[in-house]
């Protein structure tokens, strides 16, 4: 308990210096992102492809063939294809060295026949260790069944282990790794970038404000009517229907600048490390809160500052946060709003609550109405 309550509070201490530095004031981030940073062009993507394959040329440590059927049947499917045929009776085989292996990869955007990309092998056997292996030729298919590109390469694997008497030392995972290019593409993807007079533009996050904010954007920079937000995550844009005129259009439209969107407010909490992360936009309302043995109580006094040059001359009125925890028993009053959330982890953590303890109360919190953002537990 000791080591995740110092994990928890060393991963709050730094959350919350990140929030207070987004809380800081304008100057804290940009004032404008490209439209590349919010939104992607629909089409515009890589396509999971995954294939059934052998590693062979390990030291002993491959699958144990008389637990793992399928890794005979497969190297004899294979040697089959090489002209090799086991005569018959020769029983199962008792391979050391070889392991069943899935193959995974992401075949990226406009990815043309004889290019390479990268591709992750994982044991799906009881092998001990893939490191040394080699992994043959595996053709990865779509969820349309069709072959997009094959596989083959010696594998990378970044851990280490030795045993001895009973002994076991391990670092890090030897069941999977990677083939750096070890993926060769022999079918492009049909894309439908090229269709139509209009491209779609789809927003990493569904926000209406971000949507308007794009519509206009492109509108000012390229001409009114040229685009027009169709919902809260779609942005329809007229284009050129030449190809190499869309290209650069596009092109265009991605290096349009728009005003930075306000996040929605949130807070996320791990359960499992006890780990918070709050964006800027999160504040609370009047709210007061008995917990077992914590009393918490939370106010803001209006404090007046005077004209100076940060101010611009200007008198500004600002909050001062008042925030007092007892554990024992007392009284609890209704008390004005608090205007950050961070002013409370900071005080629970200083205090020594435990993760349940805050995840417990900022659940009531937000079930009493009191917690102005949305609370996402994972």
Same mark, same amino acid.
């Given at each position: 308990?000791?080591?995740?309550?110092t994990?928890?509070?060393?991963?709050?201490?730094?959350?919350?210096?990140?929030?207070?530095l987004?809380?800081? +004031?304008?100057t804290?981030?940009?004032?404008?992102?490209?439209?590349?940073?919010v939104a992607?062009?629909? +089409?515009?993507?890589?396509?999971?492809?995954?294939?059934?394959?052998?590693?062979?040329g390990?030291?002993?440590?491959?699958?144990?063939t008389?637990?793992?059927?399928?890794?005979?049947?497969?190297?004899g499917?294979?040697?089959?294809q090489?002209?090799?045929?086991? $005569? $018959?009776?020769?029983g199962?085989?008792?391979l050391?060295?070889?392991?069943?292996?899935?193959?995974?990869?992401?075949?990226?955007?406009?990815?043309? $026949?004889?290019?390479?990309?990268?591709?992750?092998v994982?044991?799906?056997?009881? *092998?001990?260790?893939?490191k040394?292996?080699?992994?043959?030729?595996?053709?990865?298919k779509?969820?349309?069944?069709?072959?997009?590109?094959?596989?083959?390469?010696?594998?990378?694997?970044?851990?280490?282990?030795?045993?001895?008497?009973g002994?076991?030392?391990?670092?890090?995972?030897?069941?999977?790794?990677?083939?750096?290019s070890?993926?060769?593409?022999?079918r492009a993807? *049909?894309?439908g970038?090229?269709?139509?007079?209009?491209?779609?533009?789809?927003?990493?996050?569904s926000?209406?404000?971000t949507?308007q904010?794009?519509?206009q #954007?492109?509108?000012?920079?390229i001409?009114?009517?040229?685009? =027009?937000a169709?919902?809260?995550?779609?942005? =329809?844009?007229?284009?050129?229907?030449? *190809?190499?005129?869309?290209?650069n259009?596009?092109?265009?439209?991605e290096?349009?600048?728009?005003?930075?969107?306000?996040?929605?407010a949130?807070?996320v909490?791990?359960?499992?490390?006890?780990?918070?992360?709050l964006?800027?936009a999160?504040?609370?309302?009047?709210?007061?809160? #008995?917990?077992g043995?914590?009393?918490?109580?939370?106010?803001?006094t209006?404090?007046?500052?005077?004209?100076?040059?940060?101010?611009?001359?200007?008198t500004?009125?600002?909050? %001062?946060?008042?925030?007092?925890? %007892?554990?024992?028993?007392?009284?609890?009053?209704?008390?004005? $709003?608090?205007?950050q959330?961070?002013?409370?982890?900071r005080?629970?953590?200083?205090?020594?609550a435990?993760p349940?303890?805050?995840?417990s109360?900022?659940? *009531?919190?937000?079930a009493?109405g009191a917690?102005?953002?949305d609370?996402e537990?994972?």
């Open positions: 308990m000791d080591t995740v309550l994990t928890f509070r060393l991963a709050t201490a730094l959350l919350l210096t990140a929030a207070a987004l809380i800081g +004031g304008p804290a981030h940009a004032d404008t992102v490209r439209i590349k940073e992607a062009v629909q +089409g515009v993507r890589s396509n999971q492809i995954s294939g059934f394959g052998l590693v062979v390990l030291d002993g440590t491959g699958d144990l008389t637990q793992m059927p399928y890794t005979t049947q497969t190297l499917n294979y040697l089959q090489l002209g090799i045929t086991l $005569p $018959p009776g020769t199962q085989l008792q050391k060295n070889v392991a069943a292996v899935v193959v995974t990869a992401d075949l990226p955007a406009f990815a043309q $026949p004889g290019q390479h990309f990268d591709v992750t994982s044991s799906i056997g009881n *092998a001990k260790s893939l040394g292996g080699t992994l043959i030729t595996t053709p990865l779509g969820v349309d069944g069709e072959i997009y590109a094959l596989a083959q390469g010696n594998l990378v694997i970044p851990g280490a282990g030795a045993s001895s008497g002994s076991k030392v391990q670092i890090n995972h030897l069941s999977a790794g990677r083939i750096p070890g993926g060769q593409v022999e993807v *049909a894309t970038l090229q269709d139509g007079d209009t491209i779609t533009l789809n927003l990493n996050a926000d209406f404000q949507a904010r794009v519509e #954007a492109i509108n000012q920079k001409g009114a009517g040229t685009a =027009r169709v919902d809260g995550r779609t942005v =329809r844009v007229k284009a050129p229907t030449d *190809a190499d005129a869309r290209v259009f596009i092109a265009q439209i290096d349009v600048q728009v005003n930075n969107p306000v996040p929605a949130k807070v909490i791990n359960t499992r490390t006890g780990s918070i992360v964006n800027q999160v504040t609370l309302g009047p709210c007061a809160i #008995a917990h043995s914590l009393s918490i109580t939370i106010s803001s209006p404090v007046i500052s005077q004209p100076n040059a940060l101010s611009n001359g200007q500004v009125v600002a909050q %001062k946060s008042d925030i007092q925890i %007892k554990q024992e028993p007392g009284v609890i009053m209704t008390m004005p $709003p608090s205007p959330l961070s002013d409370v982890v005080a629970l953590n200083a205090l020594g435990t349940q303890d805050l995840l109360i900022l659940q *009531a919190i937000k009493a917690l102005n953002a609370l537990v994972i």
